[in-house]
């Protein structure tokens, strides 16, 4: 089915953008999507040959954006050259994003989210009744001994960004997609990081019409323990971003490689029933004859954490 063809018999459009080694966290994402989402679409964007195949294979059903569609070989080998491939994604994130609207109607929404996340209720509830704004993004919320960590990676996390397919939300679009060609380092910067920190500048630019999502959408590490939006959490949460959370082998997972603490209550809300998930995903791949092992990250890694909190490393 054509991709517009298909487009147009929906409201909202929703997408993520991976590589092979996140084919397993791609498709859990799209599953919890389409369990309380019946009415939108949510479109795959792989970026590898290995990845696309796959995807195409395991998920006919869902539309699977194709790269070269959107950019010819010249300008996309000029547009990623020296780009790692985390910086890749950054970079297509407005791209896609900006080629979904052309394919979508006029007023619905398309919005990005990372592919290490889950979803736990519809997320376009709110969206559909944002008759006076034109972007929606997703503070940081971190809590308030890592709120310095605001001015190094941003006040908004990229991991969940909508655009209305209206003037203003193409002209912030546009804007962004700009910034992104001049840079998506890594690096910490006064004025940028990745693709993120611009999200500022849309903030400070489009003030008027921009709307930020409540706690219960981008939820993550680096905000889970934030005392002020716990209630928040537990009132109907919308999307869980596991950012740090590694596949080790089949149903052995690591809940968070870094510094920031996963507690037993958290972990049996959140990551108990997207472990779940993922392993039903493997399993499925398998059966698919899909070589996830090369999807794990190296079982030596966890040898080198230096803090392990409660159940980050499970097996199912």
Known sequence: M???????????????IFDFKYITQALTLVNSFKKYNKDDIFYLVPICIDSKKF????????????IP???PTSLF??????????????????????????ISKPLSWVTYVDSDGFFYNNPSHILNNLNNFSIAVTPHNFESRNIHLANSVGRYNAGYISFKNNLVGKEALKYWKFRCIESTSSKVLDKSYGDQKYLDDIFINFSKNVYE???????????????RLIKHYRNQPVYYHFHGAKILNIGHFLSYSGNFKINKEIFNIFYKPYFLAL????????????????????????????KIFFNNDFKL
Not at 2 to 15: A, D, G, I, R, V
Not at 213 to 227: E, K, L, M, R, V
Not at 287 to 300: D, G, M, P, Q, R
């Open 2 to 16: 054509k991709l517009e063809n298909f487009t147009n018999q929906m409201s909202n459009s929703y997408f993520t």
């Open 55 to 66: 995807t195409l294979n395991f998920y006919k059903e869902t539309c699977v954006v194709n």
């Open 69 to 71: 569609d959107i950019l």
């Open 77 to 102: 080998n000029y547009l990623t050259a020296n780009r790692s491939t985390g910086e890749l994604c950054w970079l297509l994130k407005p791209i896609v994003a900006e080629y979904l609207m052309t």
């Open 213 to 227: 999502y409540p706690a219960q959408y981008n939820i993550g590490p680096w905000n889970i323990n934030n005392t």
């Open 279 to 306: 392993k039903n995903i493997q399993i499925q791949l398998i059966k698919h004859e899909c070589k996830i092992n090369l999807t794990f990250h190296h079982l030596s890694f966890k040898n080198k954490i230096k």
